[in-house]
């Protein structure tokens, strides 16, 4: 069984940005680590404006930031299967880069 923060509805074809049924929005991202580069999704709540979601995450009070749906490839063996999970926490202080994801 697996639970959802969203549906799988797209916003405007894009496959970036879901919209979230239980009040929240999710964007898609690209997280560099020192060692790892993780894709996934990650969520806040709708009550903020939607394209301040990256700058919220990382500004706020709280030091890890939730991602689902995560595929995390090791930078170090770029060789490596990539490993994905349904869900990971990040320490705020481990993430070196992290953008929305524009494929």
Partial sequence: MVDRFYDEVEFDGEESQKNSVSG?????????????????????????????????????????VAVKDAEITSRKAPERKIDSSDFIQLNLDSIVLIRPCSE
């Fill in 24 to 64: 929240f929005w999710s964007e898609k991202v690209y997280i560099i680590t020192e060692d790892y580069e993780i894709k996934g999704y990650v969520f806040m709540p709708k009550t903020g404006r939607r394209n301040r979601i990256l700058s919220d995450i990382l500004n706020g009070k709280r030091r890890f």
